[in-house]
């Protein structure tokens, strides 16, 4: 019997995925991540988007055309779960590209607050986001694509229990039935989202300041995807609130959610503690799901830490990382007005690892074969291991 874990490292990157086989694969860093799905019959979904480190082209342009998919008409839902920098760089040229695709996205991003605080940033180009300046690009393309009357309005708001994309099996050939769903933000973590964006409209006659993104994330878009009879969980960089009114908590407690455990996971803000509910693995995920991460490298933060590891490692035999956390370069050393900003703003640097992996889940979806994902690891993917001392 194959090895439920077993590591294929002969895998052909440019290799499409079969009709009835689905496929997740998670890239990342360059700086970020983005998921790709395959759902079945050359339909496909985009989660986000990342820079590959070497062409700093969206990964998912890179490896879609790779697999010869045709980007106009072949990819149907492009997601962002949330407008932080490291989720949607060059999710701009990703929308413009897929030509078919609805666009879904928290609503709170295309509110009146979202709206006056990208306005208020282009009149202080210096406070400036990669994340403001990728959804002020891509609710100008929303705008003139939903002018036209035969594609409709391409944008769907992601909230809890929302349907964003659904292919029917009754019509033939279109087995088996997908469904995407959102489980989060919910009503109470939408309003708390727009609070926090209220916070971030900058005071008269202050000093100029790089935006920083609100934390913890009470927006991020969680999504659960049901193909046939197989489910996987999308974590996203949702993470637990502590009054119980948005993050996980709500997910799990949840009588309106659908029904199943995922065999596939996603692992929430790169693994850190802060996004980790025990009831999701136990109440949501099969034992041992495939579990797949990124690391976040910024400033002094380095995520997953030792300790997360450890705990993921504990939960299940198979979790995977696209770049080793000890691959990160060790820390420049600044000097001067470099060194003098440094303090004044991040405090400390760190580069982003100098490649981009690739984690790739496929598994056959014919009923009449019992089959077990089969994971592939692109380097520097490898299985999450604690980093060795020293």
């Given at each position: ?57 969206p ?32 999710l ?21 607050e ?12 210096m ?28 944008k ?40 926090s ?10 000093t ?39 993050g ?122 019992s ?20």
């Amino acid at each position: 019997m194959q090895n439920a874990c077993q590591n294929n490292w002969d895998g052909s990157r440019s290799t499409p995925p079969q009709p009835l086989e689905i496929e997740v694969s998670l890239f990342g860093p360059g700086y970020g991540e983005c998921v790709v799905v395959h759902t079945g019959h050359g339909q496909w979904v985009v989660v986000d988007s990342c820079l590959d480190a070497q062409s700093k082209e969206p990964s998912a342009f890179i490896y879609l055309s790779k697999l010869g998919v045709e980007l106009e008409n072949q990819v149907k839902l492009i997601v962002a779960t949330h407008w932080h920098d490291d989720h949607v760089r060059g999710l701009a040229a990703v929308v413009k590209s897929c030509l078919g695709a609805k666009f879904a996205f928290s609503s709170a991003l295309c509110s009146r607050e979202f709206l006056d605080l990208i306005g208020a940033m282009q009149m202080r180009p210096m406070m400036d986001t990669t994340g403001i300046k990728e959804f002020t690009e891509i609710l100008s393309v929303l705008a003139q694509r939903g002018k036209n009357e035969m594609h409709g309005d391409p944008k769907i708001f992601a909230i809890a229990d929302r349907l964003l994309w659904k292919r029917d099996s009754s019509t033939p050939g279109n087995d088996p039935e997908c469904e995407i769903i959102a489980l989060s933000p919910s009503d109470k973590a939408h309003a708390r989202a727009l609070e926090s964006l209220r916070g971030l409209f900058p005071s008269e006659n202050t000093t100029k300041k790089r935006i920083a993104q609100p934390s913890p994330n009470h927006n991020s878009v969680v999504l659960w995807i049901k193909i046939g009879g197989e489910r996987i969980l999308l974590g996203s960089d949702l993470q637990n609130d502590s009054d119980a009114t948005g993050g996980w908590g709500v997910i799990v407690a949840s009588k309106t959610r659908p029904p199943g455990k995922a065999s596939a996971f996603k692992i929430p803000h790169h693994g850190s503690q802060n996004a980790h509910h025990p009831a999701v693995w136990n109440d949501m995920l099969e034992v041992n799901p495939r579990s797949i991460l990124t690391p976040f490298v910024q400033g002094n933060v380095s995520l997953p830490a030792k300790e997360d590891i450890q705990r993921i490692s504990a939960l299940t035999r198979c979790a995977y990382i696209t770049v080793p956390v000890e691959q990160s370069r060790k820390p420049m050393k600044p000097s001067g007005a470099v060194n003098k900003t440094i303090n004044e703003t991040v405090r400390f640097i760190r580069p982003v690892p100098f490649s981009t992996g690739q984690i790739r889940l496929r598994k056959a979806l014919n009923s009449a074969v019992s089959s077990e994902w089969r994971v592939e690891l692109f380097p520097p993917a490898c299985q999450l291991k604690v980093p060795a001392v020293g």
